[in-house]
């Protein structure tokens, strides 16, 4: 359990407790659709912080990240019937589907959330001004990397995927992953050298 | 593999946060693929290297010393943001959204039958 989450712990009680995560998985999705509301929160304990961290780092936003995992985990168990091999796969889709229409949304409509002045998200109360700006600068430079190369960045360097993982996550191959990954790292290279190489 | 790095804990210490010499090793999966570097038509440079665990720190440091400085810097960013824990005030939320009503059946000839028959 992450440090300062206040919600009841997994229990004993919970199905899946002690299984292979994936066979847990399914033991608690047999439990919901059984009619077992509430074991749908042991799902939401397990993933919500990777998910969480992968909707932060595509949108930039506390608020957008946490209407996108709200959204996702309700159509998830709306559609939980429909699940067909890995749990975690499944879900991760959805909300990587969810951060990718968002950005598509906001680009369309040309609100300018980049270029805002707001103190980073990622902003403790006592870190130091070089910190404050090195994470207001590499928002600012997240946010100019397109969708397919952000959330390469992003599941490779904030979420520290292999790229075995991503690969299998996104569905496409290892070398057109390395491909994003490292373009994304030259985007952003280019953007902060200036200052800070 | 994925499903340990999706807990509550996080990524695991093995996952990529700061490169460092511990990641000379690389894992099969990131070297198989150089077609990678072709579609990109630019060489691989040593910084790149370190940063997909295919060189070590040092190695960056010396071929491209600015370029590695930065990276460390933006790599301690990454690594701190792959350590962000849901606020505790979300999950409350997110469970709360939860519709009340039970998950719907499953669709196919199981979820047919109960429709039809009643469980």
């Given at each position: 359990m992450a440090p300062g989450v206040t919600l009841a712990p997994v229990t004993t009680t919970v199905p899946g407790q002690g299984l292979d995560p994936a066979d847990a998985d399914q033991q608690i999705i047999s439990?919901?659709?059984?009619?077992?509301?509430?074991?749908?929160?042991?799902?939401?304990?397990?993933?919500?912080?990777?998910?969480?961290?992968?909707?932060?780092?595509?949108?930039?936003?506390?608020?957008?990240?946490?209407?996108?995992?709200?959204?996702?985990?309700?159509?998830?168990?709306?559609?939980?019937?429909?699940?067909?091999?890995?749990?975690?796969?499944?879900?991760?889709?959805?909300?990587?589907?969810?951060?990718?229409?968002?950005?598509?949304?906001?680009?369309?409509?040309?609100?300018?959330?980049?270029?805002?002045?707001?103190?980073?998200?990622?902003?403790?109360?006592?870190?130091?001004?070089?910190?404050?700006?090195?994470?207001?600068?590499?928002?600012?430079?997240?946010?100019?990397?397109?969708?397919?190369?952000?959330?390469?960045?992003?599941?490779?360097?904030?979420?520290?995927?292999?790229?075995?993982?991503?690969?299998?996550?996104?569905?496409?191959?290892?070398?057109?992953?390395?491909?994003?990954?490292h373009r994304a790292r030259e985007s952003l290279q280019a953007l902060l050298e200036e200052k800070y190489a | 593999m994925m499903d340990d790095r999706l807990t509550p804990e996080g990524a695991p210490e093995s996952a990529l946060r700061r490169p460092d010499s511990t990641l000379r090793t690389p894992d099969a999966a990131d070297t198989a693929a150089p077609e990678a570097y072709e579609f990109t038509g630019r060489p691989v440079t040593e910084v790149q290297q370190w940063l997909d665990g295919e060189a070590s720190e040092a190695e960056a440091r010396r071929a491209e010393p600015r370029e590695a400085a930065m990276w460390a810097k933006l790599t301690d960013e990454t690594a701190r943001r792959g350590r962000m824990t849901t606020p505790a005030p979300v999950l409350d939320r997110l469970m709360a959204a939860i519709p009340a009503q039970p998950a719907p059946e499953p669709d196919g000839v199981l979820g047919k039958v109960k429709k039809l028959f009643g469980k």
């Open positions: 439990s919901v659709l059984a009619g077992d509301r509430d074991a749908f929160g042991a799902l939401i304990h397990r993933y919500s912080d990777p998910l969480y961290r992968h909707a932060m780092g595509m949108t930039g936003s506390p608020d957008v990240a946490e209407d996108i995992l709200q959204q996702s985990f309700i159509k998830a168990y709306n559609h939980l019937g429909e699940v067909r091999g890995r749990f975690d796969a499944w879900l991760f889709r959805i909300v990587a589907n969810g951060c990718k229409d968002w950005l598509k949304n906001i680009r369309r409509t040309h609100v300018s959330y980049e270029e805002d002045d707001q103190p980073s998200p990622y902003a403790t109360p006592d870190e130091d001004l070089d910190r404050t700006e090195l994470r207001r600068d590499l928002d600012r430079a997240l946010a100019q990397l397109n969708a397919s190369l952000r959330e390469a960045f992003v599941m490779k360097h904030v979420e520290g995927r292999s790229y075995e993982e991503m690969a299998d996550l996104l569905g496409t191959t290892v070398g057109a992953l390395k491909m994003r990954v | -």
